[in-house]
């Protein structure tokens, strides 16, 4: 995981995947919910973006791994993830597209 003091950290997919198996980073979905059903990273829990400041998930200690589909909408909203009050803060590279290409699995439906 790499990250620097005022700058968006990034994560990729065999990385997440191996964080996850250990419950080391929470995992937050900001795609729509409509994006969500139709896959997901197992794990992970929806904030939309468009909801994002009334959804923040009130637990906010330790590392978080935010995801989108291609890593754009992460990529283009670094500061208002920084500001969450999360640390450190991350993102998944390449979004779900990413994680799909590297061979791993995804919940649909």
């Not at 980073?25 to 973006?49: C, S, Y």
């Not at 994680?99 to 439906?109: C, D, I, Q, T, Y």
């Given at each position: 995981?790499?990250?620097?003091?005022?700058?968006l950290g990034e994560?990729?997919p065999?990385?997440?995947?191996?964080?996850?198996?250990?419950?080391?980073?929470?995992?937050?979905?900001?795609r729509?919910?409509?994006?969500?059903?139709a896959e997901?990273?197992?794990?992970?829990?929806?904030?939309p973006l468009?909801?994002?400041?009334?959804?923040?998930?009130?637990?906010q200690a330790?590392?978080v791994?935010?995801?989108?589909?291609?890593?754009?909408?992460t990529?283009?909203n670094?500061?208002?993830?920084l500001?969450?009050?999360?640390?450190?803060?991350y993102?998944l590279?390449?979004?779900?597209?990413g994680?799909?290409a590297?061979?791993?699995?995804?919940e649909?439906?």
């Amino acid at each position: 995981m790499t990250e620097s003091a005022r700058k968006l950290g990034e994560v990729g997919p065999t990385e997440l995947k191996q964080l996850l198996d250990k419950g080391a980073v929470k995992l937050i979905d900001v795609r729509e919910v409509n994006e969500n059903q139709a896959e997901r990273i197992a794990g992970g829990q929806l904030v939309p973006l468009s909801t994002f400041g009334q959804s923040i998930p009130q637990d906010q200690a330790g590392p978080v791994v935010f995801y989108c589909r291609s890593g754009n909408r992460t990529g283009k909203n670094a500061a208002l993830f920084l500001e969450t009050g999360y640390g450190p803060v991350y993102h998944l590279v390449g979004g779900i597209e990413g994680w799909k290409a590297a061979g791993l699995p995804v919940e649909r439906g």
